[in-house]
């Protein structure tokens, strides 16, 4: 309700709900907004629940809304003649921090069925949740190369939403950047390979990325025209993070 007096639209950067009340939540939002929503899910969404049916539901429900759009199934999506937002759910890859050497154990490997194969009898797999976790935020590299160079050939000002940050240096926890400990599990390396040469390539438009994930505040400027904000969090308790003008 305090959202929809106070912008045109609404971008959300995934950890919604879990996965068998998201579709709720975002009907639920839908119907108390009644402007255009831009979202993608986060890891918490997906929970007691498979990624791949999760997906699937949101997908079906966005499809048939008149303001819900899921960005992971969509492409570029036009906000104004100059500005576009594109977007993808996004993963932590293991490729930042020290992922070998990493004691945290995420509630993902415990209550997402497709990463809690790899848990089991107090034993986790590292080497096969590396390359389901891998796979997942290649996935979102790839859709981000491809919505990215189309987004940016065509628009100024782009705007891209994923749930894991994309960069070491915008994986905030705490005050601070996370440490190695955390890192392979709070920052996704692959998918601003993919951000950071298209940027370079494209001088003259500006890219603003949306994330979360890490619970963590925090800003950063990777590049000239690329630009990283981190929205806080606190379980039970959501709030704005900010608000954009847009050209």
């Known amino acids: 309700e305090s959202v929809r007096d106070q912008s045109d639209a609404v971008a959300i950067s995934g950890d919604i709900g879990e996965s068998h009340e998201v579709v709720g939540y975002l009907v639920e939002m839908e119907e108390v907004i009644q402007k255009p929503i831009y979202f993608v899910l986060g890891n918490h969404d997906f929970y007691r629940g498979s990624i791949t049916k999760t997906r699937l539901e949101v997908a079906q429900v966005a499809k048939r809304s008149e303001y819900l759009s899921y960005l992971t199934a969509t492409g570029v999506v036009e906000l104004t003649p100059k500005t576009a937002i594109v977007g993808h759910d996004g993963w932590a890859d293991g490729q930042l921090g020290d992922y070998e050497n990493s004691n945290v154990v995420m509630n993902d490997?415990?209550?997402?069925?497709?990463?809690?194969?790899?848990?089991?009898?107090?034993?986790?797999?590292?080497?096969?949740?590396?390359?389901?976790?891998?796979?997942?935020?290649?996935?979102?590299?790839?859709?981000?190369?491809?919505?990215?160079?189309?987004?940016?050939?065509?628009?100024?000002?782009?705007i891209a939403v994923t749930h894991v940050p994309p960069f070491r240096e915008a994986a905030w926890y705490e005050g601070k950047i996370s440490?190695?400990?955390?890192?392979p599990h709070f920052a996704c390396k692959v998918v601003g390979d993919a951000l950071r040469p298209v940027m370079k390539s494209h001088r003259e438009s500006k890219l603003v990325v949306l994330c979360g994930h890490t619970h963590g505040g925090g800003e950063v400027q990777v590049l000239d025209n690329l630009q990283v904000l981190t929205g806080e969090a606190e379980y039970g308790k959501p709030k704005i993070n900010g608000t954009l003008d847009v050209e």
Not at 109 to 132: H, M, N, Q
Not at 141 to 155: I, P, Q, S
Not at 179 to 183: E, I, Q, R
Request: glycine share 4%; aromatic share 12%.
């Open 179 to 183: 440490d190695d400990n955390h890192l």
């Open 109 to 158: 490997f415990l209550l997402i069925e497709d990463l809690a194969r790899w848990y089991d009898d107090f034993v986790l797999d590292k080497d096969g949740l590396s390359e389901t976790m891998f796979a997942l935020a290649d996935e979102a590299a790839r859709h981000f190369d491809r919505v990215l160079g189309e987004a940016t050939d065509n628009y100024p000002n782009v």
